[in-house]
T-cell receptor, first 110, second 115 residues
C-alpha cells in the first residue's frame, strides 16, 4: 500500500504556537493532499501540492514536499483553538486512487 | 448546490442483513469514492468510480458492491452485514481531470452499527 503515514499521531500545543505534522508515503505520486476533519464531521480539503512542487502556501498553512524522501509536512502557523481537529494526508498516484493516512490529532489549548 | 449528500445518517443492522448506503452529488463530478473510517485506522478506500458505468476496487472492497448508473449517484451495497463492517462511511466526489483525483468533497457520513 502507498498509504501515507502521519507523525505524530497526536499533538497538543498552546494557542499562538506553530504546529507541524509530517507525512511519509511509499510510492511515486501525482500529488499529495491535506485534509482536515472536525470531530463527527466529513473531511475538508485544505491544500494540494503536485509532485513537481516543493512548497505551497495558503493563509496560515505551509506545505512542503520532498519526493526524494517521499515525505511532506504541514505547518500551521499562529495556531488557534479553532484549529483543533484531525489532519490527514492523502496521496494520489496515476492509478486514480486517493489513499489516506491515519491522521494526526491536533489539540490547540486556549 | 447541496454538495455531497448521504443517507441515512445512522443505521443499525443485524448480522446477515443487507442494505444500501446512498450517496448523491449535484456538482457534476465524474469521480466518486467510498471510504470507511475506523478508530485509529484513518480512512480506507472501499470502491471508486471515474465516471458513469465505471467502477473499481479500493483497499478494502470485500463485502461491498457498487454501481454507477448515473453521474449523480454512487450507492454502496452491503451484501450480508458483519460486525466487522461497523464503521463510519464517507462518500466523496471530485471534478474530472487528468492525473486526478484532485480536491475531494466529502459527505457528512453514515454511522453504521452491525450487531
Amino acid at each position: 500500500s502507498q498509504q501515507g503515514e502521519e507523525d505524530p499521531q497526536a499533538l497538543s500545543i498552546q494557542e499562538g504556537e506553530n504546529a507541524t505534522m509530517n507525512c511519509s508515503y511509499k510510492t511515486s505520486i501525482n500529488n499529495l493532499q491535506w485534509y482536515r476533519q472536525n470531530s463527527g464531521r466529513g473531511l475538508v480539503h485544505l491544500i494540494l501540492i503536485r509532485s513537481n512542487e516543493r512548497e505551497k502556501h495558503s493563509g496560515r498553512l505551509r506545505v512542503t514536499l520532498d519526493t526524494s524522501k517521499k515525505s511532506s509536512s504541514l505547518l500551521i502557523t499562529a495556531s488557534r483553538a479553532a484549529d483543533t481537529a484531525s489532519y490527514f494526508c492523502a496521496t494520489n498516484n496515476q492509478g486514480g486512487k486517493l489513499i489516506f493516512g491515519q491522521g494526526t490529532e491536533l489539540s490547540v489549548k486556549p | 448546490n447541496a454538495g455531497v449528500t448521504q443517507t441515512p445518517k445512522f443505521q443499525v443492522l443485524k448480522t446477515g442483513q443487507s442494505m444500501t448506503l446512498q450517496c448523491a452529488q449535484d456538482m457534476n463530478h465524474e469521480y466518486m469514492s467510498w471510504y470507511r473510517q475506523d478508530p485509529g485506522m484513518g480512512l480506507r478506500l472501499i470502491h471508486y468510480s471515474v465516471g458513469a458505468g465505471i467502477t473499481d476496487q479500493g483497499e478494502v472492497p470485500n463485502g461491498y458492491n457498487v454501481s454507477r448508473s448515473t453521474t449523480e449517484d454512487f450507492p454502496l451495497r452491503l451484501l450480508s452485514a458483519a460486525p466487522s463492517q461497523t464503521s463510519v462511511y464517507f462518500c466523496a466526489s471530485s471534478p474530472p481531470s487528468a492525473g486526478g483525483p484532485y480536491e475531494q468533497y466529502f459527505g457528512p457520513g453514515t454511522r453504521l452499527t452491525v450487531t
